[in-house]
């Protein structure tokens, strides 16, 4: 579906129908494309244990030391 800016605020319902039928709304300006509507895919629902990179920083105390050691001090 193609729609221009004006549209997309007018027909929002029908927009809205169209990203449940998952299809892609392509929205134009002045005649060009200036942005693409994807509906959002459901993904599997997995346990975060069967992720393959779950526990590949074991040696990691904490999130916050290893965010304070990526950003380093400021002096």
């Known amino acids: 579906m193609k729609t221009n800016a004006v549209d997309l605020r007018r027909n929002m ?12 709304v392509t929205v134009l300006y002045h005649g060009k494309e200036k942005a693409v509507i994807l509906p959002i895919t459901q993904e599997s629902s997995q ?3 069967q992720h ?24």
Do not use: N, T, W
């Open 13 to 24: 319902k029908d927009i809205m129908r169209a990203i449940d039928r998952s299809e892609q």
């Open 52 to 75: 393959p990179f779950f526990g590949m920083l074991d040696d990691v105390e904490s999130v916050e030391s290893q965010i304070d050691d990526l950003r380093g001090s400021r002096y």
């Open 47 to 49: 346990a975060i244990e």
